[in-house]
Nanobody, 125 residues
């Protein structure tokens, strides 16, 4: 069993930056693909970034390319999401999730089997 705890969310002005962290319990973190998702009020949850289990491959949704960077430190059981040039449209609850390394890349949302509780990111205009 793996538990995920996100941190680093908060209130930031447009154009600002935040760095989200997701700490995982368990010894098998390094065998999972990690992803960051977000869900804004009234909208479907979407994957914003994913990183392969060794960190060699990354995926970004089109609206985040060039602004967000996903990374991981398997020695610390942690995955990060650096968010720059934030916009009000980035306001959402951000979740990290893990999918087995055998999943496709990027994994379908249904392939993620561990989820964090989420952290709120609010970007003011």
């Amino acid at each position: 069993q793996v538990q995920l705890v996100e941190s680093g969310g908060g209130l930031v002005q447009a154009g600002g930056s935040l760095r989200l962290s997701c700490a995982a319990s368990g010894r098998t973190f390094g065998t999972y693909i990690a992803g960051w998702f977000r869900q804004a009020p009234g909208k479907e949850r979407e994957c914003v970034a994913a990183i392969s289990w060794r960190g060699l491959n990354t995926y970004y949704s089109d609206s985040q390319k060039g602004r967000f960077t996903i990374s991981r430190d398997n020695a610390k059981n942690t995955v990060y999401l650096q968010m720059n040039s934030l916009k009000p449209d980035d306001t959402a609850v951000y979740y990290c999730a893990l999918a087995p390394f055998s999943s496709g890349f990027p994994p379908r949302e249904s392939e993620y089997n561990y989820w964090g509780q989420g952290t709120q990111v609010t970007v003011s205009a």
